[in-house]
């Protein structure tokens, strides 16, 4: 059972609260192995929040500091993820990332990342010297002193990961309960009550990964370990005919600072550039900036400067979770029956996977939890295709013969057709609004941002009575 509705009256084996990536990643990885599952979220629709707005890379975990837990996972996350995005039709694209140096410091850092890749596990690394980076990437910017080239980074539909895991959970039996933002908890003896604004939900064992509230819901257990600093990353979003100017990921030298600025293609054929890095105490602070803009411009012209005469298709923003950590803050309280998974940074897209294995490996011998054996045998889901390196439903003569709605172009910008949208009213998990239904089909986020085909979707939304979502006309 999916969407909104009341709290269910019935005890649950496990309560995942948060339906970001991560949440939906621990919730299928239950509900597989027979336990009943409930996954609660605030917002009315999965991956509404850090999963939706992200660099959405595939990373192979070569930066991150060795001998932590985020390094571990992100290294066997990388793994699952592409094995998983294979048999489910998630867009991966795998380009390649070069960290390119743009002063001599930087470049005397190379070989150094080099050696934290081995760390890392990652062996595959390479130095690259100017001329070939210029012959590589002919429209970056003049300057460059190399670069260290990253062969195993991809890009990755990060929307389509977050459905595809909460759709497999759904299929398995676990209970989607959106709209329930949780108030407190009441912990017991032989399970823990969750007091949400829609009633209470028991369950004999919790999961916080409430991504920028985790740290809310942890101290609702009794525990101050850390605290989230909401960090806004800012980015634009550049038009499809600029994707001829880029082949690789390219990334900065990272410094105390932090990552820095990227450029990258996005899976679905614009360039994106960005994030802006900025601690916020306002855990909503979404918007986009004049002076965001202006950095990221800056930042642009330095690394791809014919970027940044391209038409802008969109900004947008995100909220990472911070925290005073440099890792992940994954802990473990038997006692409690209660299992806190926060502090999980932009690295979660890769790792949600391996996170979600490492609870069910930890929380085997936990009592009432029959982890013991594998997963229950059964597929993934078949994903919508929205990439643009795959074939899309339009370009099937095949499929359009057996059912012609695949052939009607609603939205002419990311070639959107109305058998498409239909199907995701009706999917497993039917977008709750108009943000929903881009997501999952692309309807909208082409360079008119839905100015065309407002009208006819809406129209398709109005006419599709048994789909739950609100009739409001894309702008």
């Known amino acids: 059972m999916t969407g909104s509705q009341e709290a269910p009256d019935e005890e649950f084996d496990v309560a995942v609260v948060g339906a970001g990536v991560v949440g939906c990643a621990i919730a299928r990885a239950f509900a597989q192995r027979g336990m009943s599952v409930a996954l609660l979220d605030s917002r009315s629709d999965v991956g509404d929040v850090t999963s939706k707005a992200n660099t959405a890379i595939l990373h192979t975990g070569y930066d991150a500091k060795p001998g932590t837990l985020e390094s571990r996972l992100v290294a066997r996350g990388y793994q699952l993820l592409g094995d998983y995005a294979a048999k489910a039709g998630i867009p991966v694209e795998p380009l390649g990332a070069l960290l390119v140096a743009w002063d001599v410091e930087q470049a005397e850092t190379l070989p150094e990342l080099a050696e ?40 990755i539909c990060p929307w389509t990961t977050t459905l595809a895991f909460a759709t497999e959970a759904v299929r398995h039996g676990a209970r989607l309960l959106l709209g329930h933002t949780v108030l407190g908890v009441e912990p017991a003896e032989e399970h823990v009550v969750l007091d949400t604004d829609r009633g209470k939900v028991r369950a004999r064992h919790v999961v916080n990964a409430a991504g920028l509230g985790s740290d809310e819901v942890h101290r609702m257990f009794g525990h101050k370990s850390f605290s989230v600093t909401p960090r806004r990353g800012q980015l634009i979003v550049f038009d499809k005919l600029a994707r001829s100017l ?103 897209l890769t790792s949600s996977l391996a996170i979600a294995e490492h609870l069910t490996e930890q929380m085997a011998a936990w009592p009432g939890l029959d982890l013991s054996g594998p997963p229950l045998e059964a597929a993934p889901p078949r994903m919508p295709s929205i990439g643009q390196a795959q074939a899309r439903p339009h370009q099937d003569a095949g499929l359009i013969a057996q059912d012609p709605a695949y052939g009607e172009i609603v939205c002419f910008c990311e070639r959107v057709s109305r058998g498409e949208i239909r199907d995701a009213l009706h999917s ?12 999952r089909t692309r309807a909208g986020m082409g360079r008119c941002q839905g100015f065309f085909c407002g009208s006819a979707v809406s129209r398709m939304i109005r006419d599709g009575a048994d789909a739950p979502i609100a009739a409001e006309i894309i702008k």
């Open 246 to 348: 880029l082949n690789h990921i390219l990334l900065p030298v990272p410094s105390k600072f932090g990552k820095g600025v990227l450029v990258s293609p996005t899976v679905y054929g614009n360039v994106m550039l960005g994030p802006t890095a900025e601690n916020m105490d306002d855990r909503t602070a979404t918007e986009s900036t004049e002076d965001g803009m202006a950095m990221l411009r800056d930042k642009g012209r330095r690394i791809l400067p014919a970027l940044l005469d391209e038409e802008v298709t969109t900004v947008y923003a995100g909220l990472r979770a911070a925290t005073e950590h440099s890792d992940y803050q994954i802990s473990f309280h038997p006692e409690q029956r209660y299992v806190c998974v926060g502090g999980i940074r932009s690295t979660g």
């Open 428 to 439: 497993d998990i039917p977008p709750a609004d108009i943000g929903g239904l881009r997501r």
């Open 116 to 155: 934290q890749a081995v760390a890392n596990g990652y062996e595959h690394t390479r130095q690259v010297d100017a001329e070939e980076v210029r012959r590589r990437e002919p429209h970056l910017g003049d300057g460059q002193f190399g670069a260290l080239e990253v062969p195993g980074e991809s890009i």
